[in-house]
């Protein structure tokens, strides 16, 4: 089999211990599959407790670097849909607060963990929201990206689908605090290499959209499955083998070479989260 050596990373994944198959197990299956390279997210729990699923994730990392061959990285954040289920509970100013004081925390975790290397899934919901839980979005949105500028660390955005005027947004929001906009992710992202170019977004986008009609216009992109590791909700989201799968199938089918998997799954990755995966 062409690629086994290959370095394959999945750029937006969850584990769950308790509803899915776990960190191990799905450390393992995507191994398995071909992957060597986890970036994990902590999942939004709507629970009012903003930073356990942060200390959760600490110790999944820890176990899968320990225990399998997968070599796992992190971002911690708050998903932006927490406040929208907080605001049902406390005042608007109240909750921004709250998550507020949760990103000082995740700050402090990335400050200590070499394996975190930054700030997500944060951003605004991708559903209709109302004028006020937009503004206060973007307002914790940029107080995120402050932080990833002052820790020297990147973010993940989760957001309403891509536009080249959203890609253009984020941009003049990170240059505003002086976050290289190559170091801010669009997470879930279509196929938007070319605004991706143009503004310096990173697109991380759903292995099974990448294509070759993309991958002749560019290979500055990351792949993702967003995999939320809840056995109840089978198929709501891609599966944990599918970065490798499709990987490895654009591979044998010459749609990319190994170079292009290594620019993809190594050297983009590398200078996103300026870490360095060997290999
Ligand atoms: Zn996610």
Known sequence: MQGEKLIITDNHAHVDNSRGLGAIKVAKTFYNAGGRVLILLNKPTFDGNLTRSMDILVKDIEKINKETNVKAFGLVGVHPAELTYLSKYMPLEEAKEKIIKAIDYASSLI?????????????????????????????????????????????????????????????????????????????????MVLEGEKYGIFPSILANRVNEDLVKKSLRFVMETDYIDDLKRPGAVLGIKTVPRITKKLLDRGIIDEDGVYKIHKENIEKI????LGG
Do not use: W
């Open 273 to 276: 989260y300026k870490i360095n």
């Open 111 to 191: 400050e200590r963990y070499d394996f975190l290397v930054g700030i997500g899934e944060v951003g605004r919901p991708h559903y209709e929201v109302d004028e006020k839980i937009l503004k206060i979005s973007n307002e914790i949105l940029l107080y995120c990206m402050e932080k990833a500028k002052d820790l020297d660390s990147s973010i993940q955005i989760h957001a309403e689908s891509s536009t080249e005027e959203q890609f253009k947004e984020f941009s003049e929001m990170a240059k505003k605090v002086g976050l290289n906009p190559e170091r801010v992710v669009k997470h879930h992202c279509g196929d």
